[in-house]
């Protein structure tokens, strides 16, 4: 059940990589740190607080499931 967050966080990861290493590549130090602050952006915009939710339900899944409440599972 771990395995489609451990995959879904190295394909974030690697996407962000493989945009800097492009960057990089045009010696340009502006586009360069543009890139990294819209990675920072996003980051902080999207990722973090869906990171956070997905956190959350897996603890009121489990709390629910604790409870023996099979429907607030779903």
């Known amino acids: 059940?771990?395995?489609p967050a451990i995959l879904s966080q190295i394909v974030l990861l690697m996407m962000e990589t493989v945009s800097m290493i492009f960057v990089g590549r045009l010696n340009d130090s502006v586009a360069t740190a543009g890139v990294g602050l819209?990675?920072?952006?996003?980051?902080?915009?999207?990722?973090?607080?869906?990171t956070g939710l997905d956190n959350a339900?897996?603890?009121?899944?489990?709390?629910?499931?604790?409870?023996?409440?099979?429907?607030?599972?779903?």
């Open 38 to 50: 819209g990675i920072i952006y996003v980051n902080c915009t999207t990722q973090s607080v869906l």
């Open 57 to 74: 339900i897996s603890v009121l899944v489990a709390v629910a499931y604790g409870r023996k409440d099979l429907a607030g599972c779903e």
């Open 1 to 3: 059940m771990v395995l």
